[in-house]
């Protein structure tokens, strides 16, 4: 099993910046692929980003040049910088592992999730 807890969401400018990370705990936290997910309320939930065991990385169209992905082995933590963020990007940010799939923007093909972090773009 692996637990999943999210933190650093809160409320924003539009045009500004914040950094969620999300600490594992439960399984060798090297081996999991790591992902970034949003779900805006009424939406389905949608892919933001993806970083694989390797430290190979994905990102969403919509976010690619505002939003890095990166990860810490050591303290098994992953991080999701946003910057220029948009109103419309307001929504709760779930962090998610996969033990199986090496990169994947779908989330039925991952394992595990964490509560969600709200971000909230204020205009």
């Known amino acids: 099993q692996v637990q999943l807890v999210e933190s650093g969401g809160g409320l924003v400018q539009a045009g500004g910046s914040l950094r969620l990370s999300c600490a594992a705990s439960?399984?060798?936290?090297?081996?999991?692929?790591m992902g970034w997910f949003r779900q805006a309320p009424g939406e389905e939930r949608e892919f933001v980003t993806a970083i694989t065991w390797s430290s190979r990385t994905y990102y969403a169209e919509s976010v690619r040049g505002r939003f890095t992905i990166s990860r810490d082995n050591a303290k098994s933590t992953v991080y999701l910088q946003m910057n220029s963020l948009k109103v419309e990007e307001t929504a709760v940010y779930y962090c998610?592992?996969?033990?199986?799939?090496?990169?994947?923007?779908?989330?039925?093909?991952?394992?595990?999730w964490g509560q969600g972090a709200q971000v909230t773009v204020s205009s």
């Open positions: 439960g399984r060798t936290f090297s081996s999991l692929s």
């Open positions: 998610a592992a996969s033990s199986g799939i090496e990169l994947s923007t779908a989330t039925d093909d991952y394992n595990y």
